[in-house]
């Protein structure tokens, strides 16, 4: 598979848990460049890889933020005609777009899903006034489901719904009926994270005043259960830890991630990965845009990674999915013997039920999956 993550950093405001690469009160002439400087590296970054490698066609696009519907469904349209122009796209290639449900007509969706996206990832992240009030989201549920049921007139067939809980001052009753709110439209697919405190954030400053209490881990695991089976009774199978399908409906832009694959990345703050090289572009929009004009990249990062630190990765991301990852496989791509390097440890959590074994292949015991991340610390060499 070969990914491409488009960045689109444009926000109307900042929510004050948001740690994402984004800009606040663009001016439109920023826009303006940055969407010129995002066409020229899709064009420089596509066309390279395209005559490097011309028989590998993208699998997936993903267009994400920030907030990408911020821009105009033409100017939107126009990158993805860039893309097309320069690289093939697999036909059954996965084409995903973020966005928020505020400020998000009709007929943009239909001109959408009219030029390519055929993936809608919808951030309502509640279904409760208050939770997202206190989110500082600048919409409300209604919103969120009435901009669910247009983007089924859209013509999207493959939406997923992202969801945060763990929310300060939540209750249990309110995540389950946000839960059995967004069982009842139906999406393909459904993100659930914990909210996280992210430093330098708002929300990290409120913590640090102790005018904000972090929801405990013991709670954090009731409420993810309780995701569980509330979204597994209506079809929803997790398939990662934090993310939920119907089957066949996985994200396979993240599942590539996931499994270590490769994936082309543009945009400010867009990290890439080709085969353990990995590169990282410039995080701020304006000084990305003068990189681009003035240097032609806006690359400010990069590294090689070594075989056991791809290793690490792939037991870290791959233990948190459902399919878990296999040792001849991973062992035949690094050039290194995957059950060698983990043997210890790989072992005794076997033999203690934690990981299963089957064939070569690794997965987590479905009652370890709350601590799947303590798990992999432990197992990576
Ligand atoms: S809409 Fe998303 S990307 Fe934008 S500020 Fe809020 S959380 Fe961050």
Redesign the pocket.
Known sequence: MLGLYVHI?F?????P????A?H?GAKDDLVTEYVAMLRRELENTLAAHAQSLPEQPLTSIFFG???PTFLSAATLAELLQTIHDTIAVAPDAEISI?A?PDRLEEDKLTALHQAGWNRLSL?V?SFDDAALKR????HNAQQGEAVFDGARRAGFDNISLDLIYALPGQSRASWHNTLERTVQLEPEHVSCYALTIEEGTPFAKRAERGHLIPVEDDNQAVLMQDAQEILQAAGLLRYEVSNYARPGRECQHNLNYWRGGNYLACGCGAHGHLNGQRWWNERAAPRYVQLMQEKNSARVGEETLTPRQRLSEIVMLGLRLREGFSLPATSQRLHLDARHELNGELQDLTQRGILLEDAGVVRLAPAAIPVADAVAARLIP
């Open positions: 950093p926000c109307v405001r900042r929510c848990y948001c740690d994402f984004i606040i933020g920030g907030t973020e928020n951030g992240q989110l500082g989201r600048t």
